[in-house]
């Protein structure tokens, strides 16, 4: 699954003379084993250890988020813990009027997705950095600026602003459900068709194409094939071996100043599907199966990314997903209306035949 060779000519080089971008990256990035014992170090190096916001769950509270509190407030830090709840617009403005009646120096999101999200948007909001600490590897948006917002039934993602740290304790990571690193996995691999969707909106509605950005995404998705053998359920190596991709998946969208190396045809499929089916899957399980079919309508090769999501044990079709045949074919036709302006390898839409042929084609309904 290498680069197509016409991405090395020049009119698939990044212009830089089209606008002026801004890149957000993480100053500090540490992962491994108990590392949240160094969470008042990297607070005191940032010159952020004075008043901190801790959000988190009820859950992940348990877990991380008061072994952190109380580590800070033995260093001598001022410390306050939001538990948060939906990740939604009115919760978002109850954490930041909690947030600004505190007057922190950073926020901390302390979670596998939610928290992490709703700390993003709520200390933007604030105009005060914030640090990401995840509790599992499920999904890129760690590292990313984009945050996953629900709103009337939808799920909607929205510009945030990246986190000026990154604190992943690989051990606690490995002790989450093994279910949550595999849809890790899933969110990684589908850089793949994202990537080939971004290159076909270069070429067929002049899209600016950052090919420093596509090839940290495809170096992210590789690093995760390349180790499906490895990624086993409680190993301390799968965990680390995962939130490497997962921090160099979310840098890839810095470098593109957008989600495009890591969203494609596959996450708007993801995002039908939240829609539709009663049960929704897991963000990354979604997007892993779809990068199965958006594959096959690529002409790529989508055993070899379905063969490896099957070594490391996650799912690669509906009914593994608990979803119905019918909702995957009616989310495949509800796709390219998600996001509309995002140019994909679905172009207008798809034939019911179409859609059910790729599905039953790729083994993704029976």
């Known amino acids: ?92 403005e109850k954490i930041a009027e909690a947030g600004k009646a505190f007057n922190p120096n950073c926020f901390l999101g302390v979670g596998s997705g939610r928290s992490i999200d709703l700390a993003k948007l709520s200390s933007k909001n604030c105009d005060v950095p914030f640090i990401s600490i995840p509790t599992a590897a499920s999904h890129d948006g760690i590292v990313s600026a984009r945050a996953s917002i629900h709103s009337d039934g939808k799920s909607e993602s929205f510009e945030a602003q990246a986190p000026i740290a990154v604190v992943a304790d690989t051990e606690m990571i490995a002790k989450a459900p093994f279910r949550l690193l595999a849809a890790g996995c899933g969110d990684v691999i589908s850089n793949y068709t994202s990537v080939l969707d971004w290159e076909l909106a270069s070429r067929h509605q002049n899209e600016p194409f950052s090919q420093s950005a596509s090839i940290m995404a495809h170096m992210s998705a590789d690093m995760i094939m390349t180790s499906a053998d490895l990624i086993r359920p409680g190993l301390e190596s799968s965990a680390r071996i995962v939130i490497k991709a997962l921090v160099l998946s979310g840098a890839a969208m810095s470098v593109a100043g957008s989600s495009r190396p890591a969203s494609g045809a596959e996450h708007m499929f993801s995002h039908a599907l939240d829609r539709i089916a009663k049960k929704p899957a897991l963000h990354g399980e979604q997007c892993a199966v779809g990068s199965i079919m958006m594959m096959y309508l690529h002409g790529g090769d ?39 302006e995002r140019y994909t390898i679905l172009g207008s839409g798809l034939t019911p035949s179409a859609a059910e042929k790729m599905a039953v084609v790729t083994k993704v309904v029976q």
């Open 1 to 92: 699954m290498k680069f197509n060779e016409e991405n090395k000519n020049a009119e698939w080089r990044e212009d830089e003379t089209r606008s002026m971008k801004w890149m957000e990256f993480p100053r500090e990035v540490l992962i491994g084993k108990d590392v949240l014992n160094q969470i008042p170090a990297v607070l005191k190096k940032l010159k952020m250890n004075e008043r901190v916001f801790i959000v988190t769950g009820k859950n992940t509270a348990g877990v991380a988020g008061k072994r952190i509190l109380d580590s800070i407030e033995n260093a001598g830090g001022v410390c306050e813990m939001y538990l948060s709840e939906k990740a939604s617009p009115k919760e978002i």
């Open 302 to 340: 989508w055993e070899k990314i379905r063969n490896a999501l099957i070594r490391i044990g996650a799912p690669t079709s509906a009914q593994e997903m608990g979803i119905s045949n019918d909702e995957i074919i009616e989310a495949l036709l509800r796709a390219h209306t998600i996001r509309p």
